[in-house]
């Protein structure tokens, strides 16, 4: 069982930054790929970024590719998102998920464990 919670999301402005967390309760946390996704209003919910278990291999939408960056933090089970030249068309709600047994993936059907989320809002 794996619990997540995800904090930084907040009102900024076009072309800033921001970091993501999600923190993770367990302890097999360093075993689970982990992934971002988004779910704007009216839109369906969008794959972000992923990454594997050891932080070696990662992988972006094309969306955001160049943009942002995940990484994570085993010792603190906490999995991370830099988000940077933030366009309005990233405005959404952003949850981190976990996915055991499995490499990088896209598709929300392979990860288990979802957070709440935490809102994100790009003004222009």
């Known amino acids: 069982q794996v619990q997540l919670v995800e904090s930084g999301g907040r009102l900024v402005q076009a072309g800033g930054s921001l970091r993501l967390s999600c923190a993770a309760s367990g302890r097999t946390f360093s075993s689970y790929t982990m992934g971002w996704f988004r779910h704007a209003p009216g839109k369906e919910r969008d794959f972000v970024a992923a990454i594997n278990w050891s932080g070696g291999n990662t992988y972006y939408a094309d969306s955001v590719k160049g943009r942002f960056t995940i990484s994570r933090d085993n010792a603190k089970n906490t999995v991370y998102l830099q988000m940077n030249s933030l366009k309005p068309e990233d405005t959404a709600v952003y949850s981190c998920?976990?996915?055991?047994?499995?490499?990088?993936?896209?598709?929300?059907?392979?990860?288990?464990?979802w957070g709440q989320g935490t809102q994100v809002t790009v003004s222009s």
């Open positions: 998920a976990a996915a055991s047994g499995i490499g990088v993936q896209s598709s929300a059907r392979w990860y288990t464990y």
